[in-house]
Nanobody
């Protein structure tokens, strides 16, 4: 089992920045993928960004150039630096940890961007 604890959500004005963090603990394998999904009210959960333990990243087109994902393997922690936030970025952001076929999800953290 892997436990994920997220932090860093909140309310920010359009154009502002926030940084999300997610720390993993438990049965951690050194080779894994961590990342973030989000779900806005009335919409399906969607990929935001992923990063492998080797540092390979993948971003949704909607956040490219505005969000940066990074990780600290020694701390089993993934970060999401979000800049130039827009109202449409408002959602619950979920951290994930993957070692296929297993995927673990965090409890989610609310990000609200006011216009």
């Amino acid at each position: 089992q892997v436990q994920l604890v997220e932090s860093g959500g909140g309310l920010v004005q359009s154009g502002g920045s926030l940084r999300l963090s997610c720390a993993a603990s438990g049965s951690i394998r050194s080779i894994n993928t961590m990342g973030w999904y989000r779900q806005a009210p009335g919409k399906q959960r969607e990929l935001v960004a992923l990063i492998t333990s080797g540092g390979t990243t993948n971003y949704a087109d909607s956040v490219k150039g505005r969000f940066t994902i990074s990780r600290d393997n020694a701390k089993n922690t993934v970060y999401l630096q979000m800049s130039s936030l827009k109202p449409e970025d408002t959602a619950v952001y979920y951290c994930i940890w993957q070692y296929m076929p297993a995927t673990y999800w965090g409890q989610g953290t609310q990000v609200t961007v006011s216009s």
